[in-house]
């Protein structure tokens, strides 16, 4: 079992930044491929950003390819995701995911209840 809390949605004028964390429990956390998900009103969920249980292998949608970077702490049980450069479009709740291999569809096993970031023009 992973409990997965997201912290540090927010507001943000277009071109500015905030960062996302994302805090896991249980002990086999470097076991795990984490991943990104953001779903904007009126929109399904769908993937932004994952990184490999080592941190060495990185995967992003191509909208925010060059402007959000993923990044995991395996000793803090963290994994993190920075966000520059933020459109109106990147407004969302934003969810953090786990599952044993990597995926860059909606079928994480473990999921976090998310976090809203809403990026004003």
């Known amino acids: 079992q992973v409990q997965l809390v997201e912290s540090g949605g927010g507001l943000v004028q277009a071109g500015g930044s905030l960062r996302l964390s994302c805090a896991a429990s249980g002990r086999t956390f470097s076991s795990y491929v984490m991943g990104w998900f953001r779903q904007a009103p009126g929109k399904e969920r769908e993937f932004v950003a994952a990184?490999?249980?080592?941190?060495?292998?990185?995967y992003y949608a191509d909208s925010v390819k060059g402007r959000f970077t993923i990044s995991r702490d395996n000793a803090k049980n963290t994994v993190d995701l920075q966000m520059n450069s933020l459109k109106p479009e990147d407004t969302a709740v934003y969810y953090c995911?786990?599952?044993?291999?990597?995926?860059?569809?909606?079928?994480?096993?473990?999921w976090g209840q998310g976090t809203q970031v809403t990026v004003s023009s």
């Open positions: 990184i490999s249980w080592s941190g060495r292998n990185t």
């Open positions: 995911a786990a599952r044993p291999t990597i995926s860059t569809y909606d079928d994480y096993d473990y």
